[in-house]
């Protein structure tokens, strides 16, 4: 079934203008969502707005924007103003500059798109699209959608196009906040010893599919126990305690555990090795046998 799209626009760089379409990259029906109920009839109840110095409900159509500078202080706005204000919803996604891919670190990526090719868009679309992976570069631009004015970056995907939305600079917090205790001295052999830990578990490609939300299952499956009418058994797994170990022991206990790992899957594999060629040799004696038996039928008449 062909992707719905969520929305157009036309990439421009120079004076080539591509008509595309946007398209969500992610499902939006796998998260687990509860309402909230009234435990003595399981009514689901509804939120209101309550002046806390007066008492009363607010309702939510006569409420008015107002934007904090000083303690219990505000300065209003009203919708309309704040409309005028906001940036005019445009299709054009305007490239700035060509940037190494590299060069973008992913701390700025806030939500991705997949963009395909409008009817009549398509020549351009690969053009572009060939002319980022060639280069290895990937494109900036300006974006305006609901009401907002966004900086996103255009990068080559798949065989087409992906594009990012990513965040202002100021919209960071700087690393530089953030205490990394007193510098200390690695020990003689520490760093070796991690390089081989990650050696050991490392890969050459990544496989997502490997991956998957174990508590959205747990959640999932505890739903459908409940709807069957069956109760949700209790957890009593204790969950581990950290201790804090000598570095250099604990490298060489987990490139220890790893070895014997790997040992173990070696081992579990030789039976069902064993096993298939098994197979695999009586199934071609069953061949020969099933190819001689019309010979022998022939000599015999």
């Known amino acids: 079934m062909p992707a719905r799209s969520v929305g157009t626009g036309t990439v421009s760089f120079g004076l080539?203008?591509?008509?595309?379409?946007?398209?969500?990259?992610?499902?939006?029906?796998?998260g687990v969502r509860f309402n909230m109920l009234d435990p003595s009839d399981n009514?689901?109840?509804?939120?209101?707005?309550?002046?806390?110095?007066?008492g009363v409900v607010v309702e939510r159509k006569e409420t008015i924007k107002g934007y904090e500078f000083g303690k219990g202080q505000y300065v209003t706005?009203?919708?309309?103003?704040?409309?005028?204000?906001?940036e005019k919803a445009a299709p054009a996604i305007e490239i700035t500059e060509f940037v190494p891919l590299a060069?973008?670190?992913?701390?700025?990526?806030?939500?991705?798109?997949?963009?395909?090719?409008?009817?009549?868009g398509e020549r351009a679309y690969r053009l572009l699209s060939e002319?980022?992976?060639?280069?290895?570069?990937?494109?900036?631009?300006?974006?305006?959608?609901?009401?907002k004015q966004y900086l996103v970056m255009l990068r080559p995907f798949a065989s087409g196009l992906l594009m990012q939305q990513l965040k202002y600079e100021d919209e960071l917090k700087s690393f530089d906040e953030v205490p990394l205790g007193e510098e200390t001295e690695l020990k003689p052999g520490e760093l070796e010893l991690a390089v081989q830990l990650i050696e050991q578990i490392a890969s050459d490609?990544?496989?997502?599919?490997?991956?998957?939300d174990e508590v959205r299952k747990r959640l999932w499956d505890a739903i459908q126990s409940k709807i069957d009418g069956h109760e949700v058994a209790d957890d009593e797994?204790?969950?581990?305690?950290?201790?804090?170990?000598?570095?250099?022991?604990?490298?060489?206990?987990?490139?220890?555990?790893n070895g014997e790992t790997e040992a173990e899957r070696a081992a579990e594999s030789k039976p069902a090795?064993?096993?298939?060629?098994?197979?695999?040799?009586?199934k071609k004696k069953r061949v020969r046998r099933a190819a001689s038996t019309p010979a022998k039928r022939a000599v015999a008449g």
């Open 16 to 30: 080539v203008s591509i008509p595309v379409r946007l398209y969500s990259t992610s499902e939006t029906s796998g």
């Open 43 to 54: 009514t689901r109840v509804k939120q209101q707005l309550v002046n806390p110095r007066t």
């Open 77 to 86: 706005f009203s919708d309309e103003e704040i409309k005028d204000l906001q």
């Open 103 to 120: 060069e973008v670190e992913p701390i700025y990526f806030e939500k991705s798109y997949y963009l395909g090719p409008e009817k009549g």
């Open 131 to 147: 002319a980022m992976r060639k280069t290895g570069r990937s494109a900036l631009a300006k974006h305006a959608a609901r009401g």
């Open 205 to 212: 490609d990544f496989k997502p599919d490997q991956y998957t």
């Open 237 to 257: 797994t204790e969950a581990p305690q950290a201790q804090i170990i000598d570095l250099m022991e604990a490298l060489k206990a987990s490139l220890s555990k």
């Open 273 to 282: 090795k064993k096993a298939a060629a098994q197979r695999k040799a009586t």
